[in-house]
T-cell receptor, first 114, second 111 residues
Framework: DTAVSQTPKYLVTQMGNDKSIKCEQNLGHDTMYWYKQDSKKFLKIMFSYNNKELIINETVPNRFSPKSPDKAHLNLHINSLELGDSAVYFC?????????????FGSGTRLTVV | SQQGEEDPQALSIQEGENATMNCSYKTSINNLQWYRQNSGRGLVHLILIRSNEREKHSGRLRVTLDTSKKSSSLLITASRAADTASYFCATGNTGFQKLVFGTGTRLLVSP
């Protein structure tokens, strides 16, 4: 059973399009995250939700909108895609908001904007 | 801004040798964690060390933490080809937690 699953794994789209990435965790964790990993492998947090409540919103363009319908799901919608949005997006979850036990990551969604 | 910087950026060793990676960070922390990322995969949590701990072991992994120097090291003993991956340190603070990741060390273990 996959603990944190993301779909799709690969996403190739044209500039200006709108796309969504879905994430689900079956670990019963309270907190979920979106991270962006750029071409230099630099990982940066984008958003964090705790029990469906947004608790971290880093300086991310408002073209990115997360949505958490329940604590097991955290989706990411991106409007008007730009070339610079090309990256690998990782969803993660943790048992609590203090992540005492570390994060569990999904396998990533590689987004390529052409 | 990036919290952690890792050193070296890349490390190439032979199977059976030990691999040591270092991580430096800038602000006070609650805990420091190490993750492994295999090529094209997600990150896997390896070990967590709290700010009041100095050393921790897990199998072939040994982590040290020096809060006075704001640095940590990860030692992998008796390395195997399967240890080939990128290794990241990540620091966590109190309150609303977000892990801030370092720049990573790419480890290549040759048979």
């Amino acid at each position: 059973d996959t603990a944190v699953s993301q779909t799709p794994k690969y996403l190739v789209t044209q500039m200006g399009n709108d796309k969504s990435i879905k994430c689900e965790q079956n670990l019963g964790h309270d907190t979920m995250y979106w991270y962006k990993q750029d071409s230099k492998k630099f990982l940066k947090i984008m958003f964090s939700y705790n029990n469906k409540e947004l608790i971290i919103n880093e300086t991310v363009p408002n073209r990115f909108s997360p949505k958490s319908p329940d604590k097991a799901h955290l989706n990411l919608h991106i409007n008007s895609l730009e070339l610079g949005d090309s990256a690998v997006y990782f969803c993660a979850s943790s048992q609590d908001r203090v992540s005492r036990h570390g994060y569990t990551f999904g396998s990533g969604t590689r987004l390529t904007v052409v | 801004s990036q919290q952690g910087e890792e050193d070296p950026q890349a490390l190439s060793i032979q199977e059976g040798e030990n691999a040591t990676m270092n991580c430096s960070y800038k602000t006070s922390i609650n805990n420091l964690q190490w993750y492994r990322q295999n090529s094209g995969r997600g990150l896997v949590h390896l070990i967590l060390i709290r700010s009041n701990e100095r050393e921790k072991h897990s199998g072939r992994l040994r982590v040290t933490l020096d809060t006075s120097k704001k640095s940590s090291s990860l030692l992998i003993t008796a390395s195997r080809a399967a240890d080939t991956a990128s290794y990241f340190c990540a620091t966590g603070n109190t309150g609303f937690q977000k892990l801030v990741f370092g720049t990573g060390t790419r480890l290549l273990v040759s048979p």
